[in-house]
């Protein structure tokens, strides 16, 4: 399993040099930029992480990174992937001394102490730390960097993550980010004395399996990324990226031979020249206003800028790119179903109680994470109420009311054996508290909790003290003796579902259970496990599960896990319209309101056999597989 986990030191590598294995290269800086074997070079990298993506999809994807005018291609070393023994998670979302003072600016001093230490032959850097110790040099994140000044007037402009988009939460609307505005915003840090455009991410991949975080972060990590989830390229901003990244390259010599001279034609509107001692000479003529059009005289020249826009002039009298005119296609992408009607068949998930075998108790309540180690998503919380004959609500129907706070993420409830509800937070607060009358009747009545944790977090002050689960209190209102607090009784905890300990997701424990099918097999109902087979469609489009009829859940083909399912989570709020103009929030550019945030899952070919593939499907809220099918992505 793998999990989101960023090391904020990195070495500065360029990892095109594959393609030519016998090459070596010397590798420092200054103050203009990254020196690669005695040159300067601007250099165009973008983010691309091998476990969001197959091995098989790798080739493909360095391919059109380089097709896309791309130098070098940056990645994590998702480190529990390789050992997955417990470690030390790392801040990297913010200078660390912000979060825990004095002790964080010593370990900055040791990371960095750390790397140089390696003696790898090659610079490193260290981002978003403002007080990076030298010789390191620190770097710049955001969706704007031109701004941002080195620690050292020495070290070169680097701005090591531009956000293509923002990732998709369960519940939230799908965000994206007009390529006019991301073009914009690297054209401004290039023209400021940029050297180094990293963007975050090229190709956003899936979170397979557990792997997403947040929590509630969704299966996808598209992040309207120039080579989409499914290894696609997404037009126009792949190509309208690579168009930016030849007219810099057109540029390099006189970008990287001096600083440059600025010229001001009124408010908003600049020139930045650069020129070099051979002669080259490149211009980048801006226009910061987000609203008005404007016409500049340049070099006695006429040139007609958009809002919110750069020209990119090469021989500083012809443009060759403007950041606001996209020539690239459109392409709009479309799922096509290759299988419709899958044969299901069923097998329900026990209800668990309190004292049933393989049961841990205790009184009081117990943390979840630190139950279950993250090694499931899933923990019973157990026990029993005993209710006197004589209690006044079994005579007028008035029944008690069951309170149940939790730390998150989501609640199913149930008593005796019956679901009485679910609850569920979001990314912003992910606590939530269960409050409605359950039915109980005279004697012993089963209260049976199921938490469930949708990813750990992954950024935020101490995350790694945030707590998930039912810490209390559960009281029951509405009794004889008023309310009962039944946090501080004897409480039973399971970690996990039966048919995880089965491993009904796999070939071999799927057979170890007897499931129905036909008019017996269940349909809309909470906790249960479908299966079906199916043969590969025959192309090699990229294929995905639509899950549009389901509620909440995890998939699994031939026992390859695809991850959490939640449509019936629809993306909450208005979207409204998007203009490229004006700075960019995640919040700005919207979609999928009202509808589901992810219903499609992507499925990789390479999991695929030519015949018989297993898929499997828990469903802990209660949809219609029927409605579930296998689609292909084309234009």
Not at 265 to 277: C, D, I
Not at 407 to 423: D, P
Not at 434 to 458: D, M
Not at 489 to 518: D, M, N, P
Request: glycine share 10%.
């Amino acid at each position: 399993m793998w999990t989101i986990w960023r090391i904020n030191v990195l070495p500065l590598v360029v990892l095109f040099s594959w393609l030519c294995p016998s090459v070596s290269a010397s590798v420092s800086y200054d103050d203009r930029a990254i020196i690669i074997n005695g040159q300067r070079r601007i250099l165009i990298s973008g983010s691309i992480h091998y476990p969001r993506s197959t091995p098989e999809m790798w080739p493909d994807l360095i391919q059109k990174a380089k097709a896309g005018g791309l130098d070098v291609i940056q990645t994590y070393v998702f480190w529990n992937g390789h050992e997955p023994s417990p470690g030390n998670i790392e801040n990297e979302y913010g200078p660390v001394e912000w979060e825990i003072g004095a002790p964080g600016k010593a370990y900055t001093k040791w990371a960095a102490a750390m790397a140089v230490g390696l003696n790898t032959g090659v610079p490193w850097i260290m981002c978003k730390q403002e007080d990076t110790p030298d010789p390191l040099a620190n770097t710049c994140n955001g969706y704007y960097c031109e701004g941002f000044t080195p620690n050292r007037n020495y070290k070169p402009k680097m701005f090591t993550e531009d956000w293509t988009g923002w990732y998709t939460e369960f519940g939230a609307p799908v965000p994206y980010r007009p390529v006019e505005d991301l073009a914009y915003s690297v054209a401004r840090f290039i023209q400021n004395n940029g050297s180094f455009i990293n963007y975050y991410m090229y190709h956003g991949g899936t979170n397979f399996g557990r792997t997403a975080g947040g929590p509630f972060l969704a299966t996808s990590y598209d992040y309207d990324a120039p080579i989409d989830e499914y290894g696609l390229l997404r037009e126009p901003k792949w190509g309208h990226l690579r168009d930016l990244h030849k007219a810099i390259k057109q540029c390099e010599p006189a970008l990287v031979s001096s600083y440059p001279t600025v010229t001001w034609f009124g408010k908003n509107l600049e020139a930045h020249v650069f020129r070099s001692k051979t002669g080259a000479c490149a211009a980048f003529l801006s226009n910061y206003d987000p609203q008005s059009p404007a016409r500049v005289n340049f070099q006695n020249l006429p040139y007609d800028l958009p809002p919110w826009s750069v020209s990119i002039l090469p021989d500083c009298k012809t443009v060759v790119y403007n950041t606001a005119k996209v020539t690239a296609p459109r392409i709009h992408m479309k799922m096509t179903p290759v299988i419709g009607a899958f044969s299901w068949q069923s097998f329900k998930e026990q209800t668990v109680s309190a004292f049933d075998r393989d049961t841990l108790a205790m009184n009081g309540m117990w943390e979840q994470i630190a139950v279950t180690r993250d090694n499931t998503d899933y923990m019973w919380y157990l026990t029993d109420v005993n209710i006197n004959p004589a209690e006044g609500f079994l005579k007028t129907g008035q029944f008690p009311v069951l309170t149940v706070m939790s730390a998150g993420h989501v609640l199913h409830v149930f008593i005796n054996g019956q679901l009485s509800g679910t609850v569920y937070g979001d990314l912003e607060d992910p606590k939530l508290t269960f409050s409605s009358s359950v039915k109980l009747g005279a004697g012993i009545n089963k209260i049976s909790l199921l938490s469930v944790a949708v990813g750990l977090p992954n950024v935020g002050t101490h995350f790694e003290t945030w707590n998930a689960g039912v810490l209390g209190p559960v009281t029951l209102k509405g009794l004889n003796e008023g309310a009962r607090d039944l946090t501080k009784q004897k409480w039973s905890y399971k970690v996990g579902l039966k048919g995880e300990a089965l491993s009904l997701h796999k070939v071999s424990g799927s057979s170890s259970v007897e499931w129905v099918q036909g008019s017996l097999m269940a349909r809309k109902q909470p906790l249960t496990w479908y299966k079906t087979t199916f043969n590969a469609p025959p192309g090699n489009e990229p294929l995905a599960l639509d899950m549009n009829t389901m509620g909440k859940g995890m998939m699994w083909i031939n026992g390859e896990n695809v991850g959490r399912h939640w449509p019936a989570y629809t993306a909450r709020g208005s979207c409204g319209t998007c203009n490229y103009a004006g700075t960019f929030n995640e919040k700005k550019c919207l979609s999928n309101c009202g509808q589901a945030s992810q219903r499609w899952y992507h499925v990789p070919r390479s999991w695929l056999y030519p015949t018989g593939n297993l898929l499997v499907v828990f469903e802990e809220m209660g949809g219609d597989p029927s409605g579930i099918s296998l689609v292909k992505r084309t234009s």
